[in-house]
């Protein structure tokens, strides 16, 4: 039988192999048609999920934010809701958070790779800063109070949130990091230590410049979790709705609710769900300048230290 397979191959001009073949490459182009097509569904649905939240989000909340309800406090007095100290709060918060988070996270992640000889101790920081990435945010709330607001007294305020939150952010700052300078080739380092550079000179004008794309990204994530945190600052910051300036952000015992604590308790507690959805317009709209930003920054950055 498989003599007479082989004579019919040959007198229509195949052999069993090419036939093996055609077989082969015909059932890997269905497996490979099948994966693309699910890989183009899932992109489908997730792009008409984020669209659809997005634009649902829009269509409610942009039309309720008026000019008065960004320039005024509320007042059950004057029956007026504004959410003005809630939107410098959560600048307060950000900025505050920056300050002390990037150079951590950055010191930290630089030393961990350009430094450290001991591979066991790195190896062990790397796991405690992974396990430190998933734990859930109302942990560190908790921890937050027992530790900046009791422990060291500084009440509640927006410096035991930022200080909270520093925390909170400081893994995803090191990891983002260390994986963008574990990403710069070796030949950039040796290139620069041949021509004369010291290490620190090497890290700052080669290694740091060839991975701020990485470090924006990390940054970038930290603002996304500072922004929409509300679990932990409900334990650290407060939720008073006084107006304070940058200064007395700083100082203990000034608490303030950041606009996703007013997003809570608006929509939550008082069941206006109008200036919630106004709330969540807003934050979607801080969110993608604050992205812009950073990103603005990090080509200066990159341009000056090129030129240096």
Known sequence: MMGENAIHNSAVGQSPDSSIELHISR??????????????ASFVIIMALLTGMIGYIAYRGI???TW???????????????ILPNILNTV????????????????????????????KLVSVIEFAVETLAGIPSIIYGLAGMLIFVQAMKIGTSILAGALTLVVMTLPTIIRTTQESLKTVPNSYREGSLALGSGKWHMIRTVVLPSSIDGIVTG?????????????????????????????????????????????YMYAKERGEFDVAFAIAAILLILTLVINFAAKAVAKKLKKGTSAD
């Not at 918060?93 to 010191?107: A, E, H, Q, S």
């Not at 961990?112 to 000889?117: H, K, R």
């Open 27 to 40: 059932s890997r182009k269905i497996r490979g048609g099948i994966w693309k097509g699910l890989m183009i």
């Open 63 to 65: 039309p309720t934010i």
């Open 68 to 82: 008065k309800l960004l320039s005024t406090s509320p007042s059950v007095l004057n029956d007026t809701i504004g």
């Open 92 to 119: 307060y918060i950000v900025v505050i958070t920056l300050i002390f988070v990037l150079p951590l996270g950055i010191g930290t992640a630089v030393y961990l790779n350009e430094y450290a000889t001991n591979h």
């Open 219 to 263: 940054c970038i994530l930290a603002i996304g979790r500072i922004v929409g945190e509300s679990a932990a600052l409900l334990f650290t910051a407060g939720m008073a709705n006084n107006i304070m300036n940058f200064g007395q952000a700083f100082a203990p015992n000034h608490a303030g609710s950041t606009l996703t604590v007013a997003l």
